[in-house]
Nanobody
Framework: QVQLVESGGGLVQPGGSLRLSCAASGIDIRFWTMGWYRQAPGKQRESVATSTAGGTPVYRDSVKGRFTNSRDNAANTMYLQMNSLKPDDTAVYYC???????WGQGTQVTVSS
């Protein structure tokens, strides 16, 4: 059974940072395309970052230079380091594998003063 469990969300002020984690079980992330998606209230779900197995992450334009996607293969965990956060980054963030075959339960990120 595949499970993706996100953690690290929360409330942060504009300009602040958060690091999201995605702990995977049931798959070996070394061999999977993995992604981060987000969905803000009243908006469609959108891709934030996607990385193929062994490849370089691809980011949506609005987060380039601020977000960094990485993996710890030994821990079977993926990360999303988010810096210089803006109110527009407020959303539920989802970890995915496939990149859309499996989804985590999501973690809320709120950027507000």
């Amino acid at each position: 059974q595949v499970q993706l469990v996100e953690s690290g969300g929360g409330l942060v002020q504009p300009g602040g940072s958060l690091r999201l984690s995605c702990a995977a079980s049931g798959i070996d992330i070394r061999f999977w395309t993995m992604g981060w998606y987000r969905q803000a209230p009243g908006k469609q779900r959108e891709s934030v970052a996607t990385s193929t197995a062994g490849g370089t992450p691809v980011y949506r334009d609005s987060v380039k230079g601020r977000f960094t996607n990485s993996r710890d293969n030994a821990a079977n965990t993926m990360y999303l380091q988010m810096n210089s956060l803006k109110p527009d980054d407020t959303a539920v963030y989802y970890c995915t594998a496939g990149p859309k075959t499996y989804w985590g339960q999501g973690t809320q990120v709120t950027v507000s003063s």
